[in-house]
């Protein structure tokens, strides 16, 4: 098992600089747009959307404590990620609805999803199952 956990680590650290290279590049990208439209406008050739498999947890789960240290209700609107950092704010679309969110989680648990979107949040934007979504970082 310490084989394992050293490889697990080694894979961590590994995601965890590729989301610390996105969000860089995302700020970057913030910066040389200022003076756009605060208009969110979802296109799917613009290159800061990227397409995600995303599911929905929660019930179940409602009054523990998120590994991020949010409690997780029927209200919480957020997500889990595997490695992106707690709190990082993320602008999700599906079907033509587009909000806000933030990483209130780690996961998903399961095999083919890359997010988990809170109950709350999958229902604000009409997603059930496992769904392809688009995402980006929040300006």
């Not at 599906?94 to 209130?104: C, M, R």
Request: glycine content about 10%; hydrophobic content about 40%; overall charge negative.
């Amino acid at each position: 098992t310490a084989r394992m956990n050293a490889a697990l680590v080694r894979r961590q650290a590994a995601l965890a600089g590729v989301a610390l290279v996105a969000a860089v590049t995302a700020l970057a990208l913030a910066r040389l747009e200022e003076g756009s439209s605060a208009e969110t406008r979802v296109a799917v050739n613009d290159p800061r959307w990227q397409e995600a498999v995303a599911s929905s947890y929660g019930p179940g789960q409602y009054g523990e404590q998120t590994e991020c240290g949010v409690e997780l209700t029927p209200e919480t609107r957020g997500l889990a990620h595997p490695v992106l950092p707690c709190g990082v704010d993320i602008v999700v679309s599906f079907q033509g609805k587009t909000t806000g969110a933030e990483i209130v989680d780690r996961g998903p648990e399961g095999a083919g999803a890359e997010f988990e979107l809170t109950e709350a949040l999958a229902r604000d934007l009409g997603l059930t199952g496992t769904q392809p979504i688009l995402w980006r970082f929040a300006d």
